[in-house]
T-cell receptor
C-alpha cells in the first residue's frame, strides 16, 4: 500500500514563509501533488512534481526529492486567505495505469495576524 | 468553480437505506473519480472511470458501486448504509486518466446517515 506523512497542524504569521513537509512510501510512483482545501470546500490543485527539484507558481513553490521520498510545499508572503488544509497526494500505478490519488491526512495551516 | 457538478449537495438518510450520488464532469473530461472524506479516514480514493469503463478501484466497499454513462456523467450508489458511511463524497474529473492529468474536484455531497 501507500502511505504519506505530513504534520497535522502548522501555525505561521501573516506575511511570513511556511514550509509543509511530506514523506511518502509507495510503489509505482508517478509524482507528488499538493491540494488546498478550505473548510467545507473542495480540494483544489496547487502543484505537481514528477521530477526532482523546485517548481514555482506565484507565492507557492513545491519541491520533490525522489531518492528521499520527500517533498514540501512552500508558501510565501502568507495571507489570511491561505488558512486552509493542505494535502500532499501521490498517484500510483497498480498495474492498469495511473490510479486515483492517495492523500496524506492533511496539514491544517493557521495564519495569525 | 471547477466545472464539475454534483447533486445533491446534502443528503440525510437512515441506516439500511440506499442512495445515489450524481456527478457531471467538466466539459471535455473523459475520466471521473470518486473520493470519500471523513474525519477518521481522511480523503480516500474509491473508484475511477474512463470513457464509460471502470479503470481502477481504491478502498471501495462491496456495498458501494458506481458507473459512468455514455454522456460521461457518473453515479455512485451506496447501499445498506451504516452510520460510518456519513462523509463528504467528492467527484473529480480529468481530461484523461494519466498521471499528468490534473483532477478537478466538484463541491461534494455531504451524506449523513442517522
Amino acid at each position: 500500500g501507500q502511505s504519506l506523512e505530513q504534520p497535522s497542524e502548522v501555525t505561521a504569521v501573516e506575511g511570513a514563509i511556511v514550509q509543509i513537509n511530506c514523506t511518502y512510501q509507495t510503489s509505482g510512483f508517478y509524482g507528488l501533488s499538493w491540494y488546498q482545501q478550505h473548510d467545507g470546500g473542495a480540494p483544489t490543485f496547487l502543484s505537481y512534481n514528477a521530477l526532482d527539484g523546485l517548481e514555482e507558481t506565484g507565492r507557492f513553490s513545491s519541491f520533490l526529492s525522489r531518492s528521499d521520498s520527500y517533498g514540501y510545499l512552500l508558501l510565501q508572503e502568507l495571507q489570511m486567505k491561505d488558512s486552509a488544509s493542505y494535502f500532499c497526494a501521490v498517484r500510483v500505478d497498480s498495474g492498469g495505469g495511473a490510479d486515483g490519488l492517495t492523500f496524506g491526512k492533511g496539514t491544517h495551516l493557521i495564519i495569525q495576524p | 468553480d471547477s466545472g464539475v457538478t454534483q447533486t445533491p449537495k446534502h443528503l440525510i438518510t437512515a441506516t439500511g437505506q440506499r442512495v445515489t450520488l450524481r456527478c457531471s464532469p467538466r466539459s471535455g473530461d473523459l475520466s471521473v473519480y470518486w473520493y470519500q472524506q471523513s474525519l477518521d479516514q481522511g480523503l480516500q480514493f474509491l473508484i475511477q472511470y474512463y470513457n464509460g469503463e471502470e479503470r481502477a478501484k481504491g478502498n471501495i466497499l462491496e456495498r458501494f458501486s458506481a458507473q459512468q454513462f455514455p454522456d460521461l456523467h457518473s453515479e455512485l450508489n451506496l447501499s445498506s448504509l451504516e452510520l460510518g458511511d456519513s462523509a463528504l463524497y467528492f467527484c473529480a474529473s480529468s481530461v484523461a486518466p494519466g498521471p499528468l492529468d490534473e483532477q478537478f474536484f466538484g463541491p461534494g455531497t455531504r451524506l449523513t446517515v442517522l
